[in-house]
């Protein structure tokens, strides 16, 4: 008995999360965070962001991910973004220049 009530509330949970977000929720892992914040940056700033390579994310209070590029000069910026987990919604797409 104890084991149904705990699946029901389980399932319940799930469905509710989903539904708070508006969508079925996704768990974003930090490569495709990464995959989806390199489109937005291509799409808003070029292919010279391919310069700011190697990309990495680090996840900030269990759901954004910060998605940053590598500075290899003195000059300049990187491209950075947040990318919810839950949905892989680009929340901040912007250049630190």
């Keep these: 008995m104890k084991l149904i009530?705990?699946?029901g509330l389980i399932c319940c949970g799930y469905t509710v999360h989903a539904q708070d977000k508006g969508r079925e929720?996704?768990?974003v892992d930090s490569l495709m965070a990464v995959?989806?914040?390199k489109k937005a940056?291509?799409?808003k700033f070029g292919k010279t962001v391919n310069l700011s390579k190697p990309f990495?994310?680090?996840l900030k209070n269990d759901s954004i991910w910060i998605v940053k590029g590598t500075l290899h000069t003195d000059r300049g910026g990187t491209?950075?973004?947040l990318?919810?987990?839950w949905t892989g919604r680009v929340l901040l797409n912007t250049h630190t220049k």
């Design 5 to 7: 009530i705990m699946l």
């Design 25 to 27: 929720a996704v768990d």
């Design 35 to 37: 995959k989806i914040a």
């Design 41 to 43: 940056w291509v799409k």
């Design 56 to 58: 990495y994310a680090t």
């Design 79 to 81: 491209p950075y973004a």
């Design 83 to 85: 990318i919810d987990r």
